[in-house]
């Protein structure tokens, strides 16, 4: 029953083969019985769990169930959840019971979704190997000695262990499709403002994006029509009518034009994830599609506009954790400044330390123009880059990532080297496109993701261009082994 | 060394919404601490900025009201400092792109000329909350209530040079938000507070002196004896060998003096940038267009007007405009009586003003409304009543004893125009008072008077005064 | 420009209110100076006259109603506070 699809487990569910309890039950006790292995789950809520595991099988007797009605899914732990702990993975937040939903959780819920638990991520959603957690790193179950990748680790450890079948992720500069390259699932950021943001604790506003992550394309298509909308408490979320993502899955990939960018080919790929990709594309051009190569010239410069904009934005965004109205309060503050210094010290990590005072220092006076402005103009190139590609292409592919998944700590020490991990997968957030990554082979044991980019609100083309290869593939359901 | 003062004010007005500038939580003054406080105001993790529409249409509202350019593309940016009762550790307010840029405002000087007051810019911020001093074991309360009430922030060109013209500034800026109903003005609640900034340089020279900036003054009175403090203050310093530091200084009232706010002081560096959080606030001339339309009549065209069509005086006109209620009531009782504007001016800036003040109550809730008192300016007019019987009607009036005839009938208060029966009060007077009636008639003049007033108290006041003096006159000659 | 030094960070830890265990202020020193290094290479492009970008979509700012739409959950929000009295959140004393 774990090893079914969302597709898979709602038709079961309309059939009657099961009943959502009974899966609810039968994946908590996977979760119970691996979770300690991987650490993919921060919070697990068992017992709401149950209760709208039975609501759902009520819903369904009603004749009231829509396609999600019953489905397990798990939460990335940045997503607010009412009465339930939001920790953002940092002990800043570690008591931190939030008094509402998250827009995307109140979607979901109303959809009838059933929440097993939070998934464990990088600290304020801050890293590319959830290592920065305060609840420790996530494993990754291809390999246990592999980072999971970050920062939305949990959630793609989990559908990789099939734990989970669906969960949702943030997306900021990878953190969707980065993890689940590494962790051979299918994930989505979708275009800037097609998901709210509301509730969804914010790391840089203009950059943050909520999507889903699951083992198809398919299942990104069901969890995204009910995640996408507009929402009047959300200003960046954008009024637009939803399409109907899995009646778009089917259509023919013959014409299809793909950018193959030179740039995402180049020095500092790995050699087998290369291959990998390659043979993907090739696949697509049995599928009828034309790959031709086309250029992004200003892509070696979306790495350091990025470490401008998303520190400057969060560096702002997090000075609310301040120990007075939630969060950590250090120990008998001697004056205003020992309890914001300390409380604030004692509760962040070190990643999101550096990137506050990098945020910080960016934006102080003398140094605005020479690092902000500059960062907003260089994204205004990267943007016109990808624009003017899209004048010639209907999708954009490359690597996802440049390598497989690395080993725990191994880059742990370097916040540089960790940075250049996201060097494919940046540009999309500074420009506020829609991204796709789905697995496509392996590197060794590890798995290598193949990123897809869209032109704006092109989800619906990214999901069917993922969907047709994994018709014809088999990638997407390989179990890693003990799972 | 002959100086001079420099001053710019920066308006804090407090827009008068129902909600509050980026969430739906109420703005009403006064409630039990931190009820007011929504998440948003909380600052909760994850919350989302939306903007009020109410609150842009009044910062255009006041844009077109001084004549200013209303920028059709304004930007939220983000100023960032910690301090508790700034829940998110940054204000959302308009810096580089301000909503309304480059007006300008007249105000009356003491002399009877007018200066023209530049305003360099008015944008929309945040207020933030308060934070409560009284002693919580040691520690101080925080209360959220005021925080994300809607702000105007209006910043004046250093044109002002005296602290009686900055009063004058700060009152007609006042008047004009109270008129455009965009501020209710309350003072003692902080809906109408300001900043000044004030330096002192010697007359002649084109360089502005180092200015201190003198917070959170919210009564016209601190307004002027905080500047008047501190241009002494700093004038003393200069004389003396000293010089001013840039610095910020808050008044006491108690003290009547203004003083270094430490600690505050070390460099701000307030990271300004655009709030990820919201777009650009861009405007069409459909948006700008609607507002204008809802411009009232201005305090200055309906002065003017009011001195052309009332055929008022100047400080008759200013004394009648000064809020749109009392100009509304006035109008009213002119057009109830069907005329005699000086009259009701009169009445309305007189007995009228001086029993609201006395009773401190709002025109909205007078006792005596305007067709009432066109109903007693019409017995003053057709005689019925003299001008002093009638503030005893008045006052019957605004104790509720009913409308002015009715008071009159009761009150048994008609004139007496009747020759004859005025005659015979004078003789009965004349009667009474023989050795007055001697010394008068012996060529003492002054004793007129007294006769005037034992007849007017033997007819208790109800004797046609001009009547009284014509007979008088006649019959004390013998 | 040169790289950043532990006086710096600590300039930049204050007015971020991060407290900085003195220990740990060299390897920041680095980290941040090394951070700067990477984006600096921003320089290498001549961006004049580019219009900066704010936010990925170019739309404009929505305005809501003036509607009050929120009611008072004091309680619920003070339940997570780490200290209230009466209604307050409490703070070390603020000087003013």
């Given at each position: 029953m774990h090893d079914k699809t969302i597709a898979q487990i709602s038709a079961g569910l309309a059939a009657g083969e099961f009943s959502s309890e009974e899966l609810t039950r039968a994946l908590l006790e996977r979760v119970e019985q691996f979770n300690p292995q991987l650490n993919a789950f921060i919070t697990i809520t068992a017992g709401s769990a149950l209760a709208q595991a039975r609501a759902a099988d009520r819903r369904r007797q009603q004749g009231e169930a829509v396609p999600l009605t019953g489905i397990p899914i798990a939460h990335k732990d940045i997503f607010c959840t009412d009465?339930?702990?939001?920790?953002?993975?940092?002990?800043?937040?570690?008591?931190?019971?939030?008094?509402?939903?998250?827009?995307?959780?109140?979607?979901?819920?109303?959809?009838?979704?059933?929440?097993?638990?939070?998934?464990?991520?990088?600290?304020?959603?801050?890293?590319?190997?959830?290592?920065?957690?305060?609840?420790?790193?996530?494993?990754?179950?291809?390999?246990?000695?592999?980072?999971?990748?970050?920062?939305?680790?949990?959630?793609?450890?989990?559908?990789?262990?099939?734990?989970?079948?669906?969960?949702?992720?943030?997306?900021?500069?990878?953190?969707?499709?980065?993890?689940?390259?590494?962790?051979?699932?299918?994930?989505?950021?979708?275009?800037?403002?097609?998901?709210?943001?509301?509730?969804?604790?914010?790391?840089?506003?203009?950059?943050?994006?909520?999507?889903?992550?699951?083992?198809?394309?398919?299942?990104?298509?069901?969890?995204?029509?009910?995640?996408?909308?507009?929402?009047?408490?959300?200003?960046?979320?954008?009024?637009?009518?939803?399409?109907?993502?899995?009646?778009?899955?089917?259509?023919?990939?013959?014409?299809?034009?793909?950018?193959?960018?030179?740039?995402?080919?180049?020095?500092?790929?790995?050699?087998?994830?290369?291959?990998?990709?390659?043979?993907?594309?090739?696949?697509?051009?049995?599928?009828?599609?034309?790959?031709?190569?086309?250029?992004?010239?200003?892509?070696?410069?979306?790495?350091?506009?990025?470490?401008?904009?998303?520190?400057?934005?969060?560096?702002?965004?997090?000075?609310?954790?301040?120990?007075?109205?939630?969060?950590?309060?250090?120990?008998?503050?001697?004056?205003?400044?020992?309890?914001y210094t300390r409380s604030r010290g004692e509760g962040f990590g070190a990643e999101v330390t550096r990137r506050i005072l990098v945020g910080t220092f960016a934006l102080s006076a003398g140094y605005y123009d020479a690092y902000y402005l500059k960062a907003q103009q260089i994204r205004r190139l990267i943007s016109d880059d990808f624009r003017r590609a899209f004048e010639q292409v209907d999708v954009i592919m490359g690597p996802t990532s440049p390598t497989a998944a690395f080993n725990l700590g191994e880059k742990a020490d370097d916040p540089i080297t960790m940075y250049l991990s996201d060097i494919y997968t940046i540009a999309v957030n500074l420009a506020g496109l829609p991204g796709l990554s789905l697995p496509v082979g392996f590197a060794g044991q590890r798995p290598v993701g193949l990123q897809l980019i869209g032109n704006y609100f092109a989800e619906d083309r990214l999901l069917n261009v993922a969907h047709r290869y994994q018709q014809v593939t088999d990638w997407h359901e390989r179990v890693p082994a003990g799972f | 060394m002959k100086w001079e003062t420099v001053i710019g004010l920066e308006i804090h007005a407090q827009l008068a919404t129902k909600s509050k500038i980026f969430s739906g939580a109420s703005t009403s003054y006064g409630v039990e601490p931190n009820t007011q406080a929504c998440a948003i105001d909380l600052g909760m993790p994850g919350v989302l900025p939306v903007l009020n529409r109410d609150v842009v249409r009044m910062a255009v509202m006041f844009g077109l009201a001084i004549g200013a350019e209303i920028a059709r593309r304004s930007v939220f940016a983000r100023k960032n400092y910690f301090y508790p009762d700034?829940?998110?550790?940054?204000?959302?307010?308009?810096?580089?792109?301000?909503?309304?840029?480059?007006?300008?405002?007249?105000?009356?000087?003491?002399?009877?000329?007018?200066?023209?007051?530049?305003?360099?810019?008015?944008?929309?911020?945040?207020?933030?909350?308060?934070?409560?001093?009284?002693?919580?074991?040691?520690?101080?309360?925080?209360?959220?209530?005021?925080?994300?009430?809607?702000?105007?922030?209006?910043?004046?060109?250093?044109?002002?040079?005296?602290?009686?013209?900055?009063?004058?500034?700060?009152?007609?800026?006042?008047?004009l938000v109270v008129y455009l109903g965009i501020c209710d003005g309350n003072m003692q609640e902080g809906s109408f507070r300001c900043d000044a900034n004030v330096s002192v340089r010697p007359k002649g020279d084109p360089k502005f002196g180092t200015r201190a900036e003198i917070k959170n003054l919210n009564s016209f009175r601190f307004v002027e004896r905080a500047i008047e403090f501190e241009i002494e203050r700093q004038i003393d310093l200069i004389e003396s060998g000293g010089t001013v530091v840039q610095e910020t200084r808050l008044y006491d009232p108690d003290k009547g003096e203004t003083r270094s706010m430490r600690g505050k002081e070390e460099a701000n560096d307030y990271r300004y940038f655009p709030d990820p959080d919201l777009l650009p606030l861009v405007l069409d001339e459909a948006f700008i267009n609607a507002a204008r339309t809802e411009l009232p009549e201005l305090p200055d065209a309906k002065k003017q007007r009011f001195m052309e069509q009332y055929g008022l005086s100047g400080y008759?006109?200013?004394?009648?405009?000064?809020?749109?209620?009392?100009?509304?009531?006035?109008?009213?009782?002119?057009?109830?009586?069907?005329?005699?504007?000086?009259?009701?001016?009169?009445?309305?800036?007189?007995?009228?003003?001086?029993?609201?003040?006395?009773?401190?109550?709002?025109?909205?809730?007078?006792?005596?409304?305007?067709?009432?008192?066109?109903?007693?300016?019409?017995?003053?007019?057709?005689?019925?009543?003299?001008?002093?019987?009638?503030?005893e009607v008045f006052e019957a009036m605004w104790a509720g004893e009913g409308d002015a005839d009715a008071i009159i009938e009761k009150r048994s208060l008609r004139q007496i125009t009747d020759t004859s029966a005025i005659e015979k009060v004078i003789d009965d007077v004349m009667a009474g008072n023989p050795d007055q009636l001697a010394q008068y008639r012996a060529g003492k003049d002054k004793l007129f008077g007294f006769f005037v007033g034992q007849v007017m108290k033997l007819s208790k006041g109800k004797a046609n005064p001009q009547q009284v003096n014509e007979l008088l006159m006649e019959k004390l000659k013998g | 420009m040169t790289p950043l030094g532990t006086a710096e960070v600590a300039k930049i830890a204050h007015l971020a209110r991060l407290a900085i265990?003195?220990?740990?202020?060299?390897?920041?020193?680095?980290?941040?100076?090394?951070?700067?290094?990477?984006?600096?290479?921003?320089?290498?492009?001549?961006?004049?006259?580019?219009?900066?970008?704010?936010?990925?979509?170019?739309?404009?700012?929505?305005?809501?109603?003036?509607?009050?739409?929120?009611?008072?959950?004091?309680?619920?929000?003070?339940?997570?506070?780490?200290?209230?009295?009466?209604?307050?959140?409490?703070?070390?004393?603020?000087?003013?």
């Open positions: 009465g339930i702990r939001t920790s953002c993975g940092s002990r800043m937040l570690d008591r931190f019971i939030a008094p509402y939903n998250a827009t995307v959780v109140e979607k979901l819920n109303a959809a009838g979704t059933v929440m097993l638990g939070k998934t464990n991520m990088d600290e304020f959603a801050m890293g590319s190997s959830n290592e920065t957690s305060f609840y420790g790193p996530v494993r990754n179950p291809w390999d246990l000695d592999a980072v999971p990748g970050g920062s939305s680790g949990g959630s793609a450890a989990a559908v990789a262990a099939r734990l989970t079948p669906g969960a949702t992720g943030t997306d900021t500069g990878g953190s969707i499709r980065q993890p689940a390259a590494l962790c051979g699932i299918t994930g989505l950021k979708p275009t800037y403002g097609r998901v709210s943001r509301w509730g969804m604790i914010a790391y840089a506003s203009s950059l943050d994006q909520g999507g889903p992550m699951a083992r198809t394309a398919e299942d990104c298509a069901l969890l995204l029509g009910a995640m996408a909308g507009f929402d009047p408490r959300d200003s960046t979320c954008v009024d637009r009518a939803v399409p109907d993502y899995v009646a778009a899955l089917n259509q023919p990939l013959a014409g299809l034009k793909i950018g193959l960018p030179k740039e995402y080919f180049g020095e500092g790929l790995d050699r087998q994830v290369a291959q990998a990709v390659e043979a993907a594309i090739a696949e697509y051009r049995k599928l009828g599609a034309e790959p031709v190569e086309i250029s992004l010239p200003n892509s070696q410069l979306a790495i350091p506009a990025y470490y401008v904009v998303a520190p400057a934005e969060c560096s702002s965004n997090l000075a609310r954790f301040d120990g007075v109205r939630y969060g950590h309060r250090c120990e008998n503050p001697k004056d205003l400044l020992d309890l | 700034l829940p998110k550790g940054y204000q959302i307010s308009q810096y580089e792109l301000p909503i309304v840029q480059k007006g300008q405002t007249a105000i009356d000087l003491e002399d009877g000329s007018s200066k023209v007051v530049g305003i360099t810019r008015a944008h929309l911020e945040e207020d933030a909350g308060k934070s409560l001093h009284e002693d919580f074991q040691g520690q101080s309360g925080i209360d959220l209530n005021r925080a994300g009430t809607p702000l105007l922030e209006i910043v004046s060109e250093p044109d002002l040079r005296s602290a009686k013209e900055a009063v004058a500034y700060m009152k007609k800026l006042h008047q008759d006109a200013s004394v009648l405009t000064v809020s749109r209620d009392l100009a509304g009531y006035y109008e009213a009782t002119v057009a109830a009586l069907g005329g005699e504007p000086k009259l009701c001016a009169n009445w309305v800036m007189g007995d009228f003003s001086a029993f609201l003040n006395k009773d401190n109550r709002d025109i909205a809730d007078s006792p005596v409304d305007s067709v009432r008192l066109a109903g007693l300016l019409r017995r003053i007019e057709d005689r019925t009543i003299s001008g002093k019987i009638a503030k | 265990r003195e220990e740990d202020a060299p390897a920041y020193a680095s980290n941040l100076s090394a951070i700067l290094e990477l984006v600096e290479q921003m320089n290498a492009v001549d961006t004049t006259g580019v219009t900066p970008m704010a936010h990925p979509l170019d739309m404009a700012q929505r305005l809501r109603p003036d509607e009050i739409s929120e009611t008072n959950y004091r309680d619920y929000f003070q339940a997570i506070a780490p200290r209230t009295e009466a209604g307050l959140y409490l703070v070390p004393k603020v000087i003013e």
